[in-house]
T-cell receptor, first 119, second 109 residues
Framework: NAGVTQTPKFQVLKTGQSMTLQCAQDMNHNSMYWYRQDPGMGLRLIYYSASEGTTDKGEVPNGYNVSRLNKREFSLRLESAAPSQTSVYFC??????????????????FGQGTRLTVV | EDQVTQSPEALRLQEGESSSLNCSYTVSGLRGLFWYRQDPGKGPEFLFTLYSAGEEKEKERLKATLTKKESFLHITAPKPEDSATYLCAVDSGNTPLVFGKGTRLSVIA
């Protein structure tokens, strides 16, 4: 089982360059997420898509855009990369977002991450 | 605003020395509390979900418990392969998971 697949695994960008991080899941999940992880900061939510056709901002959305291409795929775009965007990026998916009832299958499953360096 | 605080930030144990990690949370209404394990250079790996106070879940040397204000991850007789960062997250309903900053566990042989 592939689970959540992210590409690329590593990337170095120059300041001002653009790029798109790709994410695909094969678990038929409705919700998908992009987090960034920085030392001492933990996992912070950038954007999420609760269901196909919807996207919402998370805690740190500035400088990013997202596209929910279909139920399987959720991409993250950096239009003009900045050194502050140097981080490890994780895509995740879950059956649902936010449990309306107990036992609502909201546990998230993560990809292996993309290590991005902006110089 | 939902908040999750994990302690200690780092913990160093001798092999076989049992201990506990703490996750304190403040949420408007807890729908679920989650524990993850993260190895260096890898994505977080799901361990447990707890839904209500008094609930316990076990997996090998790990046992997670939940009260109305905090959760504990008990590690019994740890081995070096248990070394990892352990993350706690909460679901308060209608929003994605909010994570704590993690506890970095090192088990020395």
């Amino acid at each position: 089982n592939a689970g959540v697949t992210q590409t690329p695994k590593f990337q170095v960008l120059k300041t001002g360059q653009s790029m798109t991080l790709q994410c695909a899941q094969d678990m038929n999940h409705n919700s998908m997420y992009w987090y960034r992880q920085d030392p001492g900061m933990g996992l912070r939510l950038i954007y999420y898509s609760a269901s196909e056709g919807t996207t919402d901002k998370g805690e740190v959305p500035n400088g990013y855009n997202v596209s929910r291409l279909n139920k399987r795929e959720f991409s993250l775009r950096l239009e003009s990369a900045a050194p502050s965007q140097t981080s490890v990026y994780f895509c995740a998916s879950s059956l649902l977002t936010g449990g309306l009832t107990l036992g609502a299958n909201t546990e998230a499953f993560f990809g292996q991450g993309t290590r991005l360096t902006v110089v | 605003e939902d908040q999750v605080t994990q302690s200690p930030e780092a913990l160093r144990l001798q092999e076989g020395e049992s201990s506990s990690l703490n996750c304190s949370y403040t949420v408007s209404g807890l729908r679920g509390l989650f524990w993850y394990r993260q190895d260096p250079g890898k994505g977080p790996e799901f361990l447990f979900t707890l839904y209500s106070a008094g609930e316990e879940k076990e997996k090998e040397r790990l046992k997670a418990t939940l009260t109305k204000k905090e959760s504990f991850l008990h590690i019994t007789a740890p081995k070096p392969e248990d070394s990892a960062t352990y993350l706690c997250a909460v679901d308060s309903g209608n929003t994605p998971l909010v994570f704590g900053k993690g506890t970095r566990l090192s088990v020395i042989a």
